[in-house]
């Protein structure tokens, strides 16, 4: 395989550890350089990029904490002609967008100790419900042009590989 991947310099190493693992074992040439938009790029075709999220709980914070910087990103690689797969690592019941909306926020609910019953309650926050996230999701689709794509934490070197244009080794 002659693959050659670009990775974001700003990717942490600890967190894809395994992904360099996967490139190494499937003989992936990489280096790091800082990406104007996005995680992993192929020399080979660099108007397809892939930003790597690490779960649902981080799609979330950049639909709202983080939505300015965000949707910048998205109207950054629209306007160069980039075709962004935001890659999202989850778990293998989240294969899609429909698979999101049935998706349960783990901070959804919470537990407070309510002083006068003398024990511990579970209390509703505002947190965003899958429902939702999967609606905003399918409207970034349709605006700035991005695909959204899932994937095990295990396999997330093949699937930017695969993505990127490469036949993996199983």
């Not at 999202?88 to 294969?95: A, G, L, T, V, Y």
């Not at 349960?104 to 309510?114: A, E, F, G, I, T």
Request: charged content about 30%; aromatic content about 8%.
């Amino acid at each position: 395989m002659s693959l050659t991947i670009f990775i974001d310099s700003r990717e942490k190493a600890r967190a894809i550890k395994n992904i360099i693992a996967e490139f190494d074992r499937q003989g992936v040439i990489y280096a790091t350089n800082k990406l104007y938009v996005g995680d992993y790029q192929s020399l080979d075709n660099p108007k397809l990029i892939i930003d790597r999220k690490q779960n649902l709980t981080e799609m979330c914070a950049n639909v709202c904490q983080d939505h300015e910087r965000f949707r910048n990103e998205l109207i950054r690689a629209q306007q160069m002609g980039i075709k962004l797969i935001i890659l999202i690592e989850h778990s293998p019941q989240i294969k899609s967008i429909d698979d999101v909306a049935k998706w349960q926020n783990p901070r959804l609910n919470k537990r407070v100790w309510d002083k006068e019953a003398r024990q511990w309650k579970t209390v509703r926050t505002n947190a965003m419900t899958g429902e939702t996230l999967s609606k905003i999701m399918r409207t970034l689709e349709r605006k700035y042009g991005c695909e959204f794509q899932f994937c095990d934490k295990l396999h997330t070197g093949k699937r930017i590989i695969e993505i990127l244009g490469g036949e993996t080794n199983a």
